[in-house]
């Protein structure tokens, strides 16, 4: 068996077949850090965060890498409006962007490469596809990539090459270019714009060229997978594929993936609308970032998702019940055989989970299989039918599933000895019914940030300062 995506290229949803042995190589498109980041662009990280955790579960092994975008015209609109250098605000909101990814759960890329640490790389590509001929300047000393000279342009967005841009006239007379299709690789220097002098000149480098410049520095020319929203299709991606392959021909991309849109409350979520939602913001309201995590994630990446008070709530409350069943198999403690049936119970759902997630990242079928499972583990719990070793095995398959989905708390670190020692005593004490030394014991623990519950299955302790961190 082998994981199928569905690749927006062809159409076609295909097994995936790594083009090196020596692992999958991924690169998505990451955040432009000139503000905070909202839930529609975590969508589509969290969408990569679970492709590249399901290839691993599946033992692959794989390279991630995220550009981060900190030179365009937004980071320089905000930097002057806030009046900071671009390299401050970018270092702001990058700070912000990995504060966000972190409380999300979001595996950090294994690089991340940024713009402006790869200027050189920038001016590489372009200078070789000046040479062959994909590439022309312009008077005030930008660079664009000429359309009419790569035939395969439109293919990723089913475009008609003929019918393209004819919105942009604005920037085609800002920048006199050829074509008014063509796009900018190179933006020549303007008074108030940061601009490198390099070998093809000064100025600073177009969006586009950033992201093939850095993928295939860091990956190579030819990779397995690219991921990104929807709405980078066109002209994003249709753009990376033509620079790429225009200068190195090769094919750039094994497979391009995308996220399907983030609604709120049934509306695309834009600034002009104000219906922005952002991490920072819901988590400061006390929203549980696993809930937040988990209504990001539990919708099929193809599928529009309509984030709605609703949606999270239910979210929520999926969350509370895996929490609920693995805190009580956690305490639970049975002493009799152990339950034959439940071992091909947990194999069982492993296989369904594994299949659903591979099957184009089908994650709904999958949580579903989870919690069919907790039912199922629940109704075990209440019966009493498991012994304590089976609970330990139920508890290590829902985190073996939870590799992927990454909704769980943390495990617990093992107590020291000394807490351990003073939680053994309190036991003692309540078995002989001193409930005034047992009292003290609880105090002492406390002191140490150590609560203690009394529980039918005995004492259930957890640390202080994780209380209320849901
Ligand atoms: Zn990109």
Known sequence: MSVRLHDTLTGETRPLVPLRDDGVRIYSCGPTVYGPAHIGNFRSFLFADLLVRHLRWRDHRVTWVMNITDIDDKIIRGAAAAGIGIGELAERYLGAFIADAAALRMTMPDATPRATHHIDDIVALIATLLERGHAYRTDDGSIFFRIASWPAYGRLARLDPDQLRVGERVEADEYAKDDVRDFALWKGPKPGEPSWTTSIGAGRPGWHIECSAMSMKALGPSFDIHTGGIDLIFPHHEDEIAQSEAATGQPFVGTWLHCAHLQMSGAKMAKSKGNIARVADLLADGISARALRYALISVHYRASLNYTDESLSAATAAIDRLDAAVSALAAYREDRPDDPTLAATLDAARVAFGAALDDDLNVSAGSAVVFDLVRDLNRRIESRSISTADAASAVAA???????????????????????????????????????????????????????????????????SEVGRA
């Open 398 to 464: 829902l985190r073996d599933l939870d590799r992927v989905l990454g909704v769980l708390p943390e495990e617990e670190a093992p107590l020291d000895e000394h807490a351990a020692s003073l939680l053994d005593a309190r036991s003692a004490a309540r078995e002989r019914r001193d409930w005034a030394a047992s009292d003290r014991l609880r105090d002492e623990l406390v002191d140490l940030g150590i609560v203690v519950e009394d529980t039918r299955d005995g004492q259930r302790w957890r640390r202080t």
